[in-house]
């Protein structure tokens, strides 16, 4: 059964081209150009200072992506760990000197290349406990005991997370991990153990919040009573998307993003800026766009033969699933501001690349998703 | 393989539900943005329009006062300021610092900056300094590179180009109050003045003018993107007075450095002449502010500055009273034209003495006779014959002691005494009132407008208004010509009399006022004099023959008054003088009616229509 990959007849390079998903690709491009579009016009209708860039940024991501979903999925499989633990060392190390940004440590300077390990840490996380339930049996799984270390490699890079702190990027973490999680076939009543005591939790936590963190869930609540202040994003947000109504503004037309009303527009509000200008049908549209990627991810973790693949693919979908909710949800003033940007569409080059190395695991399950890994070692 | 089959089952279920988890949950956002975008799209729409429009005023510029002939009386001139744009200096301190040295700001003045700097946005100019004169301008601008962020631009102030030659009439301008804001929001704008006193005030509405827009579209922070629409205001309208800047001028001339007042009228039709008031104070003082010295200067200086004495001065119209109290007698039937009445010198009631004002008395006179030598005696049985009630209702009529339709803010109504007033005051009348009413002492006050109008009345026997207001917006308005006035309703015959006696005073050998006598013969000024006791003098003092009011401190002199028209026989002018404390009426105000009637016939400004050399200007290519 130990067969070389590049030996294997059946496999080269040419049928490897010709296994990857390219509708997905095309779906992918469709939404960086939706993303072009937008920043475009979030520039005042010039391709500098975003959207050329973005174009290009998305370029290399695909070069990248697709390198990667040519990479054998059990190479990947072996990097697991280690690509967890490498995540884990820069958490720590964003700690210790991260660049200061918005009362928070989460960047690390890199010589000019600014990374958010947090990001990284999502996609080493799905690679590593997917790599740990690969071996696990459904009789297995039942097992307490067996649950423990994946839990730990769970809490670790939350805790770190928190500690930044970024509330929204850890929970989404935690999250993430709980989907593998329940994949993966832990037994039910476990999640009623972990989901019960939230609320308690939640109290807990509210009273040990940074201020700002504070201020963000405050203003939630309540947007309108400081209409000038922290409200102020959410209010102007919900104004702009309802004064786009159902046909919206017309494309370069939106008064809220082009008058600087719209803060961040080419960052966290961006889908604000299209439902602005391209009404509720445009805001549908990339809704649309954004479920077919996630149900596609979804689909090529379902057609995968091995668990590897199919958590791994899972969590790749899960994770942008949450990306987009955790925006869409902020811009519209359904949950918190978060300072979570849309993928694919909104300005920033760490958070793109993260996600098309996400998108290029994806593609590698796809690609191999017929491949046979050592049997399992407790079927032995 | 079964174990992974089971394994591979659970995930597919559990998968499944994952991604239904998930399209339901973007379903629900879904779901949440039509409600946003369509549902309440309407209200969100309305407000967008609210964030990025935003309507500002633009200040129409505040319409001219002019005087008949068209010259300025009052107008708007540039006033350059310094402004600092706080987002051009590095360091607003520092330019603060800087400016300070060339044109020092007091800490009050650092303070106000400080204020406006702090609640405006920082590209919205803050203002520094008003009024810079050239030389302060010339220093701003060679220093501008020290000085980032200031700016020197040009604002419009109001500008009397007269000063204080008409400043009791004209008024003055100052900056609005809040409450003032609260009712026209026009009067937030910046530099916007408003009228505080005189035509400035009465006229303010339509000197203001409408306020034009502009809608801007702005952004977050309310820079001004670009304008969408721009409604032009309307520029304030031209008020038009019936004043003739040069009399005036001239009137203030004759007056010299008396505490006094004269007005002139057009007995025909009511319009005032001119109207001065000595001394006067400078009203473009108000634009910039008013300093404490300068006030307290004001406000203790005995001669008033601050009060137009031509509208509520009051004084007792001493002798010139007496053609009402003839007129009251003559209509009422106590008094006919040819009655004779004998003037010992003085009039016995009880035990009271009534004085002539000559010793020794007149002997026999009529009303001619009367009125030309000002006899005591004579209006004293005249006003005892009459009735003070009589008396007060005729001086009413013609104009005293009532409340004139002058369109102009501040005026008094002063005093004519009647018995049911000196009830209500809690005292029975005495016939004794009536006789000292009767030569215009007593509780009788009236402001020289009054008297003017008196004057008018008398001559033209119609019930004028005196007025100052001839056009708005370049529209004659009514009461210019005689017709729009009623008349006074009383015999031409009676009046005749009076009016004889009158020219009698001026025109006669051995009348009061031979000093007002005109030098054309063919034009002839009819008047009465008066002097008016502002304190009681003893019977001691007087009978002791050393009296001289001449010698009594300035506020104890007697007011001097002169009250005419002319020409006699085609009245056109009326005339009042009243001179505070200028001692006798025949001496000092008869004089300087002399001259200002001279002046006014000369000009003629009645007859003129068109300013001088403007038909020589029209007649250039």
């Known amino acids: 059964m130990d067969r070389r990959l590049w030996r294997e007849p059946s496999f080269d390079f040419v049928a490897k081209v010709l296994q990857i998903n390219w509708i997905y690709v095309v779906l992918l491009c469709c939404l960086a150009g939706v993303g072009y579009v937008a920043l475009y016009s979030a520039a005042g209708g010039s391709p500098e200072p975003y959207a050329a860039r973005h174009a290009m940024r998305f370029a290399f991501g695909l070069v990248i992506m697709l390198a990667i ?92 997370i928190l500690k930044e702190p970024n509330l929204g990027t850890a929970a989404i973490t935690a999250m993430l991990g709980g989907a593998i999680f329940f994949a993966a076939g832990v037994r039910w ?61 017309g494309f370069l037309q939106g008064t809220q993003g082009h008058l600087d009303f719209l803060p961040e527009k080419q960052t966290d509000f961006i889908f604000t800026m299209i439902g602005e200008e391209f009404g509720l049908v445009g805001g549908l549209a990339v809704m649309g766009l954004l479920t077919l990627i996630i149900i596609g991810g979804m689909l090529i973790a379902l057609r995968c033969r091995h668990q590897f693949g199919r958590l791994v693919a899972l969590g790749v979908s899960c994770n942008f699933f949450l990306y987009v909710f955790v925006n869409i949800a902020m811009v519209m003033g359904v949950i918190p501001v978060g300072g979570v940007p849309l993928p694919l569409v909104s300005h920033g080059g760490s958070a793109m690349l ?7 695991i994806l593609m590698s399950v796809h690609v191999h998703r017929d491949v046979e890994f050592a049997a399992l070692r407790d079927d032995r | ?90 360091n607003v301190p520092a330019t603060l610092d800087a400016f300070s040295v060339l044109l020092p700001l007091n800490e009050y003045e650092r303070a106000r900056i400080d204020r406006e700097l702090h609640r405006r946005r920082k590209f919205i100019p803050v203002l520094i300094r008003e009024f810079l004169t050239w030389d302060e301008m010339a220093a701003i601008e060679v220093n501008a590179p020290d000085l980032p962020g200031i700016v020197v631009d040009a604002g419009t102030s109001r500008e009397y180009p007269l000063g204080d030659k008409l400043a009791h009439i004209v008024g003055y301008v100052a900056p609005p109050n809040e409450s003032d804001v609260a009712d026209d929001p026009l009067l937030g704008l910046p530099g916007l003045r408003l009228g505080r006193a005189g035509m400035e ?60 007042s004269a007005v002139v009228m057009d007995c025909r039709n009511g319009e005032v002449l001119a109207m001065a008031t000595n001394p006067s104070f400078d009203p473009s003082v108000f634009n910039s502010g008013v300093s404490q010295a300068q006030w307290l200067e004001w406000t203790k200086d005995r001669r008033t500055p601050l009060i137009n004495k031509a509208t509520s001065g009051l004084y007792a119209p001493g002798s010139t009273f007496k053609m009402a109290v003839a007129l009251a007698g003559l209509e009422s039937g106590a008094l006919s034209p040819g009655d004779h009445i004998g003037c010992p010198g003085y009039l016995d009631l009880g035990d009271t003495r009534f004085h002539c004002w000559r010793k020794g008395g007149h002997g026999t006179l009529d009303l001619r006779g009367g ?23 005729m001086a009413n009529r013609l ?55 008196y004057a008018s009345r008398i001559a033209s026997g119609r019930m004028v208004q005196p007025h100052l207001t001839r056009k708005l917006a370049g529209a004659l308005q009514p009461g210019s010509e005689p017709e729009d006035w009623p008349v006074l309703g009383m015999p031409e015959k009676l009046l005749h009399a009076v009016r004889e006696g009158m020219w009698a005073v001026v025109n006669e050998p051995g009348g009061t006022a031979p000093l007002a006598r005109l030098a054309d013969p063919g034009v002839q000024l009819a008047g009465k004099t008066g002097s008016a006791q502002v304190r009681r003098v003893s019977r001691e003092l007087r009978e002791s023959g050393h009296f001289d009011s001449q010698k009594l401190p300035w506020e104890y002199r007697p007011h001097a008054l002169f009250v005419a028209y002319a020409p006699y026989d085609a009245p056109r002018y009326a ?37 001088p050399g403007a038909q020589v200007a029209e007649a250039r290519p």
């Not at chain 1, 993260?354 to 290029?360: A, E, L, N």
């Not at chain 2, 005293?400 to 004519?416: H, K, N, W």
């Not at chain 2, 009243?578 to 400004?605: C, Q, S």
Request: aromatic share 6%; net charge positive.
């Open chain 2, 1 to 90: 393989m079964r174990r992974d089959a089971e394994r591979t089952g659970v995930f597919t279920r559990r998968a499944l539900l994952l991604m239904g988890g998930q399209v339901a949950v973007l379903g629900a956002l879904s779901a949440r943005l039509y409600q946003v975008q369509v549902e309440d799209g309407a209200r969100y729409t309305t407000l967008a329009n609210e964030n990025r429009i935003s309507a500002r005023m633009i200040a129409p510029p505040r319409g001219r006062i002019l005087d008949r002939f068209g010259a300025v009386i009052a107008g708007s001139s540039t006033n350059w300021r310094a402004v600092l744009v706080a987002e051009q200096a590095n």
């Open chain 2, 575 to 611: 005339l009042a003088v009243v001179i505070e404390h200028g001692n006798a009426g025949a001496a000092a105000a008869a004089p300087m009616a002399h001259d200002i009637m001279t002046e006014v016939l000369k000009r003629d400004p009645a007859n003129r229509t068109e300013p």
């Open chain 2, 201 to 260: 005030k009465y006229h303010d509405l339509g000197l203001r003018g409408r306020a034009g827009s502009v809608q801007l579209e702005v952004n977050a922070v309310g820079r001004v993107i670009r304008e969408l629409d721009r409604l032009e205001g309307v520029q304030g309208e031209d008020v038009g007075l019936t004043l003739d800047a040069g009399l005036q001028q001239s009137v203030l001339t004759t007056l010299a450095d008396e505490s006094a």
């Open chain 1, 69 to 160: 979903g040519l990479v054998d999925i059990r190479i990947i499989q072996k990097l697991a760990w280690p690509a967890w633990l490498g995540c884990v060392g820069l958490l720590v190390l964003v700690l210790r000197m991260g660049h200061m940004g918005k009362g928070a440590q989460r960047w690390l300077d890199l010589g000019g290349l600014q990374l958010q390990p947090s990001e990284m840490m999502k996609l080493a996380l799905v690679l590593a406990l997917a790599s740990w339930f690969h071996r696990a049996s459904w009789e297995r799984m039942g097992n307490p005991l067996f649950l423990i270390p994946p839990l730990i490699a769970v809490l670790i890079p939350v805790g770190l």
């Open chain 1, 354 to 360: 993260t996600v098309m190395v996400g998108f290029g």
């Open chain 2, 399 to 453: 104009g005293m002691g009532v409340e004139l339709e002058l369109d102009l803010p501040g005026q008094r109504s002063g005093l004519i005494p009647t018995r049911e007033w000196r009830m209500a005051k809690g005292h029975p009348w005495n016939v004794g009132d009536t006789i000292v009413s009767g030569i215009g002492q007593g509780y009788i006050q009236v402001t020289p407008l009054q008297l003017a109008t």
């Open chain 2, 371 to 393: 009125l030309k030598n000002s006899c005591d005696v004579f209006f004293y049985e005249v006003a005892r014959r009459t009735g003070i009630d009589k008396i007060a209702a």
């Open chain 1, 189 to 249: 009543w476990k999640f009623l153990l972990v989901v019960l005591p939230i609320p308690l939790l939640g109290q807990f936590a509210y009273t040990h919040l940074h201020d700002y963190q504070r201020a963000r869930i405050d203003t939630f609540m309540h947007p309108e009573s400081d209409p000038l202040g922290a409200g102020y994003n959410i209010i102007q947000s919900k104004i702009a998307l309802g004064s786009g109504g159902m046909w919206g503004k």
